[in-house]
């Protein structure tokens, strides 16, 4: 296959202006160059780290199909080499060019949902995007659209009542962003040359590929370059910890790595799809994925997370990987033109080490849905509902005989160990036993030979260990009521 043209050009739409820039740095964030290159100050730093929502910004993105969706995401997490062939919208945009208020603005202003003003146009942003999707939201939508966006001053509750009275101030029939949404599609797909970029050089370089096959050959010849996708990890590594990422490779507009597809029991991720792209699919296929996606992070970071970064990066508090492991999940890696499949299971090795080979990467994860008649639950336990990294996570499927014994059993964590971890001991004191209270209590004896946790801020050793033992006490109590359904999901707030 003949190399891509190169472009040294980074070029986007920023609100209704063609954007094209050469200096570019691969850390410089996408908050920072709005308000110290373009003076754009709506957009507010206020965590830079993905939580507090002040930074939120519009970003517009084709879809592999030829379509255009926007999504509201962290500025101040957001890098500049992600913004290829995208639209950014800020809050300056929003208001008519007549300066009228928008809709949305107009709803917040009459239901006093601002006082000190700093969070406000994250919040606008962020109904915006909620708005254009779903006109007349439920609480639940509107709800679970603001997880991201923090206030200090209002309790939110003038914040719900301006949403749901949006639509009352003109229909989306009439929004800029949808009219003119044809011709932002032909600016966006005049805007993909099919060309490979690459700013900088050296440890100041910065690229994106052309496609799925030119990021295979760019990381084989470059294999310590730092992977992006969502940058929703490696976003802190910069903002928090100060860490050189360079040379960097870009892949979020890889539509490659954006395919979803379902074969039998079998869900396929492709590794560049977000946790917003796969949750309806992930949920219609096991129920109890829907609600445990739903907790991790804000909207603005599922908008822009991946599952397949998530895995890719080894942490050993990442919500997904115990969940796919009970499920037996496996992973296609590939290195240049070779591809292998492994159980996720195995693909953690140590805390920091995963079997990926200098110059491989994860390109998909396939999830198969329980058996027929088995149980499979989730459970997330933090110091806070929404928007909280897990202090331990718990995930089980089980598999009962006619008489209640347990013929399969996989039980794995995350937040327990160095790395998402099943839980062996636990599992061979269960199997072949009946399902029964007593045998899940001497069952839960054996957690001290799988587990070790360690104390930090979000719980002690003591705390992991117990809630740990708890978690399996009250699956066992969930598949017992006869209330429960074959798939569970819960959550705990520690």
Not at 47 to 62: I, P, Y
Request: net charge negative.
């Amino acid at each position: 296959m003949a190399a891509p043209e190169i472009r040294s050009e980074l070029r986007f739409i920023l609100n209704g202006q063609d954007v094209s820039l050469r200096d570019v740095a691969p850390d410089q964030t996408l908050l920072d160059w709005l308000r110290l290159s373009k003076l754009l100050k709506g957009t507010k730093e206020g965590c830079a780290e993905g939580d507090c929502g002040a930074c939120t910004v519009l970003v517009g993105r084709l879809t592999p199909a030829g379509g255009l969706v926007y999504e509201g995401v962290n500025a101040c997490i957001r890098f500049m080499g992600s913004l290829d062939g995208c639209h950014v919208v800020t809050v300056e945009h929003v208001a008519a060019r007549d300066g009228k208020l928008h809709p949305v603005q107009q709803a917040m202003v009459d239901y006093h949902g601002s006082q000190c003003g700093f969070c406000t146009p994250g919040f606008v942003i962020s109904l915006y995007a909620l708005w254009m999707q779903t006109p007349n939201p439920s609480d639940r939508e509107i709800e679970t659209a603001l997880q991201g966006n923090l206030c200090r001053c209002t309790g939110y509750e003038p914040i719900l009542r301006a949403a749901r009275a949006i639509s009352s101030y003109g229909g989306t029939d009439k929004d800029p962003l949808l009219i003119e949404r044809d011709a932002m599609i032909a600016r966006l797909k005049a805007l993909k040359d099919g060309a490979r970029v690459e700013i900088g050089d050296g440890r100041s370089r910065f690229v994106v590929p052309a496609d799925v096959d030119d990021f295979a050959a760019v990381l084989e010849a470059s294999p310590t370059a730092t992977v992006v996708a969502g940058s929703t990890d490696v976003g802190l590594w910069v903002t928090k910890h100060m860490r050189d990422i360079s040379p960097v490779v870009f892949i979020a507009g890889l539509d490659e790595l954006k395919s979803i597809s379902v074969e039998g029991d079998t869900v396929t991720i492709g590794a560049g799809v977000t946790y917003t792209e796969a949750l309806k699919t992930l949920a219609n296929h096991v129920p109890a994925l829907g609600p445990l996606i739903e907790r991790i992070g804000g909207q603005q970071v599922r908008n822009m997370g991946t599952i397949g970064g998530n895995i890719a990066n080894g942490s050993p508090i990442g919500d997904t990987p115990p969940a796919l492991i009970a499920l037996n999940a496996t992973l296609t890696l590939r290195k240049g033109t070779e591809r292998r499949t492994i159980r996720l299971e195995d693909y953690f090795i140590a805390y920091g080490k995963q079997d990926r080979q200098p110059g491989e990467f994860v390109e998909a994860v396939h999830v198969p849905a329980p058996a027929a008649g088995e149980k499979f639950a989730v459970y997330k336990v933090t110091k806070r509902r929404d928007e909280d990294i897990t202090a331990s996570l718990g995930a089980f499927r089980l598999a009962l005989s006619a008489d209640g014994t347990v013929t399969g059993i996989t039980i794995a964590y995350g937040g327990m160990a160095a790395t998402p971890k099943r839980a062996f001991a636990v599992e061979k004191a269960l199997l072949g036993q009946k399902w029964t209270e007593a045998t899940v209590e001497a069952a839960m004896e054996k957690y001290a030979e799988d587990y070790a946790p360690l104390t930090d801020m979000r719980a002690t050793a003591g705390y992991r260990a117990l809630v740990a033992k708890n978690l399996l006490l009250r699956f066992y109590t969930e598949t017992t009521s006869g209330a429960a359904s074959a798939q569970v999901s819960r959550y705990e707030a520690a």
